[in-house]
Each structure stands twice: as C-alpha cells, then as structure tokens.
C-alpha cells in the first residue's frame, strides 16, 4: 500500500519536474516546481521523515519558491526564450549528458547488492533529529559554518540589492546595447542565432 | 513495503530532470530552478540512505543542504536582479561579457 502512494507521489513529481523544465512561462515552471516540491514532502512522509517533510513545505514551497516567484514577477519575465524545442546541438547534447548521467546511476544502482530495509516503523522525531545534530561535534561545527554562510549570504545579497551611483548607472548605460530596451527583448531572436 | 532501489529510481529520475534543464534552458531563473531540483533529488536519495541503515545522520544533513540552497537562492536572485538593471534580459546567451 505504501508503496502505490509512493509510486503516486513520485509520478506527480517527475511530471511537475517535466512540466518544470518545459514550461515557456518561468512562472508556470515555479509553480510546477512547487507542486513537485510538495509531492516530495509527501515521500518524506512515507520515508519516516515528518520533520523533513514539514521543513520542506516550510521552507522550500513556502520560502524559497515565494521568493522565486517574487523576482520573477518583479523582472517581469515572461516568454523570455523564443522556442519551445530549441533545436541546436546544444540541447541534442544536454539530452544526451542528462541520458548519460541517469544510465550511469541505474547501472550503479543495479549492480550492488541493495538489502531490503529493516522491518518496523521507526519515525525520527525532531527529539532524535536534534539530538544527532547538536552532539556529534562534526555536525556542530557545519552548522557553526553554516551561520557563517548564512550571514554571507545575506550581506552579499543586501550589498548587490543595493541603489547604484550615478557613475554606476552612466556606465550601464554606456554598456548597454541600443536596440534592447524593454523588457521582453529577447523574445523574439532565432534560437540558433548568438548575438556578436 | 518501499525499497531502498524505488527511493534511488525516483531520485535519479528527479536529478536527471534538473540536469537537462540546467542545459537545456536559455532562462536564468529557470536553471536556478533546475538546480533547487537536482538538489531535492539528493535530499530524496539521503533520506532514503537514512531510512535504509536507520541513522539519523542523513537527516541532519538533508537540513544542511536546505540551508545551502536557501542562501543559494538569495545569492543567485540577487545576482540575477543585478544583471538584469544591467543588461535586461535574463537570456544566458546574451549575458555574454566574459565570452571568447
């Protein structure tokens, strides 16, 4: 039984995913995104990780995806790319890599001995999980970095948010090309074509 | 009763995904997007691990990886937002200052 809602949550994530990656629209990918994010907590749920599965609707669906969809909808990208199926050598040899990567695992996957998984519901409540995580001394000096990088993380983006000078902004637009103003301007270029 | 190989399947599927979107995609957020996937798909494979040998080690580390790519994300859309005041667009090939 638990293994058909598995199988169910993980069809509905593979086709978010699919629906993701071939989305024209970067805000129906988001929320396909989302909608895959949150058919994985479900299999945390059913791999004995409610704490994780509830992280990860906090989190990732409720964090990290509002704030996606927040730049996208404050840059205002819309139909950026100008075909669907981009047919240049690159994406044959995206196809191909993302091909080789997978068969690569599989065959790694199916060639160890993989034991069946101890009998017996053992959920890891958020007592065990914190137990493990503030006592092994390994683990407590990561979250001590991890603090670190946090508050990197939000100097930087703080710092690159900020207003422009004056001489900042002349030289923008000293760089930048006449014909794109706009903010659709690279909708409508030819999907072989690079620009010079 | 869910295997242990079933968690890796659906794992590689997920990260196989992420990475032909990373590589396929022209737009900036959308390989953002790819990337977050690739990075549940580990998550997914850790918990499974976890699961399988009942330490909750893995766990810990999936939150970890949570806080990596939260910091990840707000680097990556702060530069993003940058690059667009720059250049407006959000096309890769036309992010193109550092090209040969």
């Known amino acids: 039984m638990s293994l058909v809602i598995f199988v169910v949550f993980g069809c509905v994530a593979v086709g978010c995913a699919l629906a993701m990656v071939f989305a024209r629209n970067p805000v129906y990918g988001a929320i396909a995104l989302i909608v895959c994010l949150a058919a994985l907590a479900g299999e945390y749920l059913l791999l004995d990780a409610p704490l994780l599965a509830a992280f990860q609707i906090l989190v990732y669906a409720g964090a990290i995806m509002v704030l996606y969809l927040f730049v996208i909808m404050l840059l205002n990208v819309r139909r950026e790319e100008g075909c669907r199926w981009c047919t240049d050598w690159r994406t044959y040899l995206g196809f191909v890599l993302a091909g080789l990567i997978g068969l690569s695992f599989l065959f790694k996957a199916s060639n160890v001995a993989h034991p069946a998984p101890p009998v017996g519901f053992h959920v890891y409540d958020v007592t065990g999980v914190a137990y493990t995580m503030f006592t092994d001394p390994t683990l407590l000096f990561i979250i001590e970095a991890l603090g670190v990088l946090l508050l990197m993380s939000v100097v930087g983006a703080i710092y690159l948010g900020r207003r422009f000078s004056a001489e900042e902004e002349l030289l923008m637009k000293h760089d930048q090309p006449a014909g794109s103003s706009g903010t659709g301007a690279a909708g409508d270029a030819p999907c072989g074509e690079t620009t010079p | ?100």
């Open chain 2, 1 to 100: 009763m869910i295997q242990t190989i079933h968690v890796l399947w659906l794992s590689t599927i997920l990260f196989v995904i992420g990475t032909a979107g990373v590589l396929i995609r022209r737009n900036a957020i959308v390989m953002l997007m790819s990337v977050e996937l690739m990075l549940n798909a580990v998550n997914l494979a850790l918990i499974g691990f976890s699961r399988q040998f009942r330490d909750v080690t893995g766990q810990v580390y999936v939150i970890f990886i949570m806080t990596v790519a939260a910091a990840e994300v707000a680097i990556g859309l702060a530069l993003f937002v940058a690059v667009f005041r720059h250049k407006r667009t959000l096309d890769t090939q036309k992010i193109d200052l550092l090209r040969w």
